[in-house]
């Protein structure tokens, strides 16, 4: 956890790229869950900002 | 009297100067030289096109209304896609082929993969004959199975029947609400589980027998070396293939249009149907456009994830 956090601090790519891909998973369920219309509207913006910033942590030193 | 060539011969000396010139080229150079005519047709057919379907979403373009003044309305188009039940709709139907279809054909292809890796008779030859569905047109398998489903004359349903005892004209797979999201699985599953078979395949005929015999020679039992050689080993391969069938079956298209049409109702109607229907169907072209751009921030977030995992199981 502490590495995790460190990692964030670092801007490492590793821990950066663990948010990211949180965040586009997140995302993805928020999309095809079949509870609420609300949480469905949400899912784009989640999936989008997940996914930029994949894309931009990427480029991250290890 | 001078003798004059009808057609002049190139001066050597410019020649060498060509070739000279030619041979001063950098490496990198060269490599960009064979590599430009590809990069400028993926800009033209790949790149421009999706910059084109963004600039499209933030309008309210009609493409049946091509002379009607075109207003920009910003995230408009987003907003009604994100709130339109329809969609949300479309979304749980693609994820329950999704899930359900790449869950039985990495199942039943690594299953069969296995069964084909062994060494039998005839063993080319149930090669041959396992892998023929995916060599036919979907149309075609749409065509074929529609009657297959057919509650009348159907063999699925006398099969269903035999075994289960219940009349065969009970129920029909096309024209059911809750068969029909079944029937396009096993359809689809039928005609792509020998393509997962074929990548596993490759995957368990890349392992090296010494391996297994090393495992022998520490008395290692056969589930152990499934665990812990077959499965390793082959799970890059079955990656791989989960990747290109979730992706070709997030954007399925055709065989779905062809078995059911999207019905009973909007059961069967995945995202790609609903987004067809919007852009021309209903020409709101900008709407479908927002949709389109939804979809593929989805399935690239997805890939990009997908890719990375790849990369770190290959890597171990």
């Known amino acids: 956890m502490t590495d995790f956090l460190n990692g964030l601090l670092r801007l490492r790519r590793g821990a950066w790229e663990m948010v990211a891909t949180v965040l586009i998973a997140l995302g993805v369920l928020m999309m095809m869950q079949p509870?609420?219309?609300v949480i469905f509207s949400y899912s784009f913006g989640v999936t989008l900002i997940g996914t930029v910033a994949f894309v931009i942590v990427s480029h991250f030193p290890e | 009297m001078t003798f004059e060539p009808r057609h002049p011969v190139a001066d050597p000396s410019q020649k060498q100067t060509f070739r000279h010139r030619l041979s001063g080229l950098s490496d990198r150079t060269i490599a960009w030289i064979f590599v430009a005519p590809s990069i400028a047709l993926l800009l033209a057919i790949n790149i421009f096109p999706l910059i084109w379907t963004i600039r499209l979403s933030l309008t309210n373009f009609r493409t049946n209304r091509p002379?009607?003044?075109?207003?920009?309305?910003?995230l408009q188009n987003y907003r009604d896609v994100l709130s339109d039940v329809g969609v949300w709709h479309s979304m749980l139907a693609t994820a329950h082929f999704l899930f359900w279809t790449l869950f039985f054909q990495v199942l039943i292809g690594f299953t069969l993969a296995y069964l084909i890796n062994k060494k039998f008779r005839g063993n080319d030859l149930w090669t041959t004959i396992i892998v023929l569905p995916m060599m036919l047109s979907p149309a075609v398998v749409g065509n074929f199975w529609t009657f297959l489903y057919q509650p009348q004359i159907g063999l699925f349903n006398y099969f269903i029947a035999f075994f289960t005892g219940i009349d065969p004209s009970s129920f029909?797979?096309?024209?059911?609400?809750?068969?029909a999201p079944w029937a396009i699985?096993?359809?689809?599953?039928?005609?792509?589980?020998?393509?997962?078979?074929?990548i596993c395949l490759a995957g368990l005929r890349a392992i090296p027998e010494s391996i297994y015999e090393a495992a022998?020679?520490?008395?290692?039992?056969?589930?152990?070396?499934?665990?812990t050689i077959t499965i390793p080993m082959v799970l890059p391969f079955l990656m791989l293939?989960?990747?290109?069938?979730?992706?070709?079956?997030?954007?399925m298209f055709d065989l779905v249009v062809q078995l059911t049409g999207g019905g009973p109702g909007d059961t069967t109607q995945l995202t790609s149907i609903n987004l067809k229907r919007e852009a021309f169907e209903k020409w709101h072209t900008g709407y479908a456009s927002a949709y389109a751009v939804i979809l593929f921030v989805t399935v690239f977030g997805l890939a990009s994830i997908y890719v990375k995992a790849l990369n770190k199981v290959k890597d171990r």
């Not at chain 2, 689809?188 to 078979?197: C, I």
């Not at chain 2, 293939?241 to 954007?251: D, M, P, S, W, Y």
Request: net charge positive; with cysteine; aromatic share 20%.
């Open chain 1, 35 to 37: 509870f609420a219309l």
């Open chain 2, 67 to 74: 002379y009607a003044p075109v207003k920009w309305v910003g």
């Open chain 2, 172 to 179: 029909s797979m096309i024209g059911d609400v809750s068969l």
């Open chain 2, 185 to 198: 699985v096993i359809v689809d599953t039928w005609m792509w589980t020998p393509f997962v078979m074929l």
């Open chain 2, 216 to 227: 022998e020679c520490d008395r290692a039992s056969r589930w152990r070396q499934f665990w």
């Open chain 2, 241 to 251: 293939a989960v990747l290109f069938r979730g992706i070709e079956n997030f954007k």
